[in-house]
Structures are given as C-alpha cells and as structure tokens.
C-alpha cells in the first residue's frame, strides 16, 4: 500500500529519539535500549502509529539508522511510506531542526514528540491534533503538580511554592508548522522544548491533559517502571514464557574466490583463498549472529548488517560478534552459550579449534564451540567450492 491510497496527512509527528541516554547508563542510546522484548525506540513507534495518521519522521543517531529501519519495518505495515528516518544532531534542538527539514511541504501541524516517553497513549496525540485543528498555534500536553513543593536555598527551606499554578510539561508538543519552523529559527538559545521556544518568539501555548503512562525514560529506575507497567499488562502465561530461555538457529554459506587471505571462526587462515562476501565472508561467524539474533526476536544479519551499511565491508568476525551483543544486551538479554559445526573440505580445523573457539567467545562475551565436518566429499563443501556453517545459540532474558 502507497501514499496513494492512504489519505495525505495534513499533520508530521517528528520523533526525537537521538539521545545518548547518558544518565540512563545502559552503554549506547537510549531509544535502543530494551524495556521487554522490544526497545524503547519500538514501543514509541508504536503509540505513534496508533495514533492519528501522520508522516511520521524518527530521528536518531547517524550510526543508528539502520537499526531504526529494522524498527520500522517491523511496524509500520501500510504506514511504511509514511515514514521517513534521519539522523539527529548533538544538541535536542538540532535534533528537530533535522526532523523539520524531512516534513512534507504540505503538512499544516507539526507534533515533537520524545521516543523516551515510550508508552504515551493515542489519545494524547489525538488531543494535541484537536486543539491544532480548533485553531491553536501551540498545544502542550500537561498533568497537575502533586507534590508540595519548596522553594530551597542550599539545605534551608525558603518558602512554600503554590503549586496550583504548576504542571509538569510532556510530549507530544504541537504546532502549526509555520510558527514552529519561525521559533527555532530565531531562537538565540538552546530551549529544553520546544513550546519554550515557540513561547519565546511571542506565541500563546495552550494546554490538554497530558497522561500518567506518559512519563520521559531517563534513569534506571524509569526504565524499571516501563518494564512494571508493561509487565502488569500481559498474561501470566504470557510472563513465565518470557522468563524462559530462548533458542535460535543461524546458517550461512559462503564461495571461495574472494580476495586476500582466508578468515573463517575469526581467525586468518594463510595460504588458505578467501571466502567472497560483503564482509570477509566469516560464514562461521556470520551463522553465530544469525543464531544470536534469532533467539532474541531480533532478525536476522542483513537487516543489521547488510551491504547498505559500508561500514561492514570487510569487517571481520570480532566486529559482527561484539556489535551483535550489544543488540542483544539492549533488547534486554544475555547470551547463554553458542555451538557451531563448520561444513568444509578446507581448511582443516583440528589444529586450530581451541583457537577458534577463545577469539569467537571473546568477542561475543560468551562461550562458543566449534565442531567441523568435510561431508565425506558430498555437496558443494566436499568438493571445495564453499564452506557452510549452522549454529545454535541459547538466550537468557535479563
């Protein structure tokens, strides 16, 4: 299904998903980082696409596209046309600058909205869309203060606060789209949202209910309570399945004929002609992160390895391994154990598997073990054309 059938959009929801995650301390960018089985980046996307139909622009960091992409096809079904990645800039501001520059030119309404505030319900952005449309120039989604707050100098109390005139801001931010591409462009500093600067260049902002589910995934404990809540919200059968651990299998195949030296089980093989592939053609390696990714709910290399993305070419296995961990680890798993049998005439692996097997376990930070066959001289590995490799790996959820 194309743009053609579905209605064009008079609104673009621009989400921000380029943080580093820094105070979330989870090792890569935040909206990567796993509440269950899915990221923070994939239950936003969700809530978005549940949403009123909009061209939907996620940015992320300009190393993460590709995993974006994984994320978006997984979700978007129809809507995939009308979604559009780009990559972020370092400050927020930078960041939906970016997203601006993606929006059709034809779309009225603009709505920023944080992929940290993951589980922000449809109706929220159904209320911001609302307002837009009665006539609005700027609508912030808000909840009620309900702590009493203090005013504080050092450890002293100074005096009360009245928090009645208070709310606490959250996202989806709307706008009309010329008031906010005029804020940011005359902006003279760095805005912590966008309805301040918007507010600064002398526009009203209205407020709708905001909601309770809405809130912004910045520490550990934030993280905790997505993961309660989402948890609360399934079957018991469903939550002791996901407690158990999970298994994936992994193949790949690789001709001889590339250039340079063989590398195979992550180490070089001299003498021995090289596989061809887009990488070095590690079909040993390549099988374990099939095997690793699958058990995870993953996918599979290409989508995150693919030849779209030259930064693999010719990378070797420990690059594929750690990367693939990484993943893994942000989806909120931890690797079990890998076993990979190697189907090849050459190279011989006797002298070699123990080898093999400490620089495979180092660079996917789990145990492997390698076995190897040369088929009796049957099939294209008998006969010296290729070698072929098929793994199982076991995943432990965190």
Do not use: C
């Amino acid at each position: 299904m194309t743009d053609s059938v579905l209605p064009r959009p008079r609104t673009s929801i621009i989400l921000v998903a380029a943080g580093s995650g820094t105070r979330l301390a989870a090792g890569g960018p935040k909206a990567f980082v796993g509440i269950d089985e899915h990221s923070i980046l994939h239950h936003a996307l969700s809530g978005v696409l549940a949403g009123p139909l909009a061209q939907i622009v996620v940015v992320v960091p300009a190393d993460r596209i590709g995993d974006a992409r994984t994320e978006v096809d997984a979700l978007a079904g129809a809507r995939r046309d009308l979604i559009r990645i780009v990559a972020g800039g370092s400050t927020r501001q930078q960041s939906v600058s970016a997203g601006l520059a993606a929006v059709w030119p034809d779309v009225e309404f603009v709505l920023v909205h944080d992929a940290a505030r993951a589980l922000t319900p449809p109706d929220v952005f159904a209320r911001v869309v609302a307002a837009l449309e009665d006539g609005r120039d700027a609508v912030l989604p808000v909840l009620p203060v309900v702590d009493t707050l203090k005013r504080v100098d050092g450890q002293d109390v100074v005096e009360a606060v009245d928090r009645s005139v208070l709310a606490s801001a959250q996202t989806p931010q709307g706008f009309r789209r010329a008031v906010l591409l005029a804020a940011l462009a005359e902006a003279t500093e760095d805005h912590t949202d966008d309805a301040a600067a918007v507010q600064a260049a002398g526009h009203p902002v209205t407020t709708v209910a905001g909601d309770e589910r809405s809130f912004k995934i910045t520490t550990p404990a934030d993280l905790d309570r997505a993961r309660s809540l989402l948890g609360h919200a399934r079957a018991e059968g469903a939550e002791e399945a996901a407690a158990l651990p999970r298994v994936g299998i992994g193949t790949d195949v690789h001709a001889f004929g590339g250039e340079g030296t063989l590398w195979l089980a992550g180490v070089e093989w001299p003498g021995e002609q090289a596989l061809h592939g887009h990488s070095d053609g590690d079909a040993v390696a390549h099988a374990i992160v099939d095997a690793v990714l699958a058990a995870a709910g993953l996918g599979d290399i290409g989508e995150h390895f693919g030849i779209d993305q030259p930064q693999y070419a010719g990378a070797h296995a420990a690059a594929f391994l750690a990367r693939t961990r990484h993943l893994v680890e942000s989806a909120g798993f931890r690797i079990g154990n890998v076993s990979v049998q190697v189907q090849a005439r050459r190279p011989r692996f006797a002298t070699r598997r123990a080898e093999a097997e400490r620089v495979l376990t180092a660079a996917l930070g789990a145990p492997v073990s390698v076995s190897a066959t040369t088929t009796d001289g049957l099939g294209f590995t008998g006969t010296g054309e290729g070698v072929a490799a098929f793994a199982v790996a076991l995943v432990h959820p965190v």
